[in-house]
């Protein structure tokens, strides 16, 4: 297993952009699929975005594709999730997540999470 500590939450307007962070420990840093997942107030976790371990494949759900961008830094023990064009429906808690092999977005294939990062975008 991994720990994950995300960071780069806060409060944005609509339209603007924000980059969260996660940093991994462990040196198999390089060898997980990571993804990205949100809570919003009272609603079930969703799946936003997954990359695997060489970056070299990335899949979005339907709500964020051409607005947000997840990245990874192996050497950094890093992930990314690039935010841009921001709507107050993506105010949620964001959580980065690490999993061995996944291609899925079920959030059960992950078998690490961080303690996630608030975002709130505001009207």
């Known amino acids: 297993q991994v720990q994950l500590v995300e960071s780069g939450g806060g409060l944005v307007q609509a339209g603007g952009s924000l980059r969260l962070s996660c940093a991994a420990s462990g040196r198999t840093f390089s060898a997980y699929t990571m993804g990205w997942f949100r809570q919003p107030p009272g609603k079930e976790r969703e799946f936003v975005a997954r990359i695997s371990w060489s970056g070299g494949s990335t899949y979005y759900a339907d709500s964020v594709k051409g607005r947000f961008t997840i990245s990874r830094d192996n050497p950094k023990n890093t992930v990314y999730l690039q935010m841009n064009s921001l709507k107050p429906e993506d105010t949620a808690v964001y959580f980065c997540?690490?999993?061995?092999?996944?291609?899925?977005?079920?959030?059960?294939?992950?078998?690490?999470w961080g303690q996630g990062t608030q975002v709130t975008v505001s009207s």
């Open positions: 997540a690490a999993g061995r092999l996944v291609t899925s977005s079920y959030g059960g294939d992950f078998g690490s």
